[in-house]
């Protein structure tokens, strides 16, 4: 089954304290992976689109990769604005119409 | 910049009552999405259409339907509202299913639904 995995649940981290979050996927033919950004009680903000091991994107202090079995979000120097849950999904081969949603990580940038 | 709106940022509904959430995007995609998100379950495609009159069931169709008479229009429709079906509703848009961005969702901003 095609499944979609983000790492860690949860992550807290001190202003400028640069890290990493992980959407790990097991899957069919990979399509396209989508990361986006959700603020509380809103709906999800599009941030990138990566479609091939190798390809990177970057906008301001995040930076999205992407390897054959996961992607990477890092964060560069964080801020408290940066704060939100962030989310990875999937599009596979085998249900190409569809996107396949992780459970998202949620960031937390104390001052 | 792609523009998706929803009809209610908030709702509030009696059980058996009928529901209509409606979504609308202004960048002439061809493929219309409604999820709905819960705590601990995420994101789960209720319905999707790819073209105007033509819908396909997601993962959770049951005790929904839509409405897609207009390519800038789609709507959700629960036909007897029931507790369960308390949730956030979001709707998204893509351009159409190519490759190179043109398959990214864009989404609205939701509507918390509270079935009493």
């Known amino acids: 089954e095609d499944q979609v995995t983000q790492s860690p649940e949860a992550l807290r981290l001190q202003e400028g304290e640069s890290s990493s979050l992980n959407c790990s996927y097991t899957?069919?033919?990979?399509?396209?992976l989508f990361w986006y950004r959700q603020d509380p009680g809103k709906g999800p903000e599009f941030l990138f689109t990566?479609?091939?091991a190798g390809e990177e994107k970057e906008k301001e202090r995040l930076k999205a990769t992407l390897t054959k079995k996961e992607s990477f979000l890092h964060i560069t120097a964080p801020k408290p604005e940066d704060s939100a849950t962030y989310l990875c999904?999937?599009?596979?081969?085998?249900?190409?119409?569809?996107?396949?949603f992780g459970s998202g990580t949620q960031l937390t940038v104390l001052p | 910049d792609v523009k998706v709106t929803q009809s209610s940022r908030y709702l509030v509904k009696r059980t058996g009552e009928k529901v209509f959430l409606e979504c609308v995007q202004d960048?002439?995609?061809?493929?219309m999405f409604w999820y709905r998100q819960d705590p601990g379950l995420g994101l789960r495609l209720i319905y999707f259409?790819?073209?105007?009159?033509?819908?396909e069931k997601g993962d959770i169709p049951e005790g929904y339907s839509v409405s897609r008479e207009k390519k800038e229009r789609f709507s959700l429709i629960l036909e007897s509202a029931s507790t369960n079906q308390t949730s956030m509703y979001l709707c998204a848009s893509s351009l159409s299913w190519a490759g190179g961005g043109g398959d990214t969702q864009y989404f609205g901003p939701g509507t918390r639904l509270t079935v009493l």
């Open positions: 899957v069919s033919g990979l399509r396209g």
């Open positions: 999904a999937v599009r596979f081969s085998g249900s190409a119409r569809q996107l396949t």
């Open positions: 990566l479609y091939s």
């Open positions: 259409s790819y073209d105007v009159k033509m819908k």
């Open positions: 960048m002439d995609h061809e493929n």
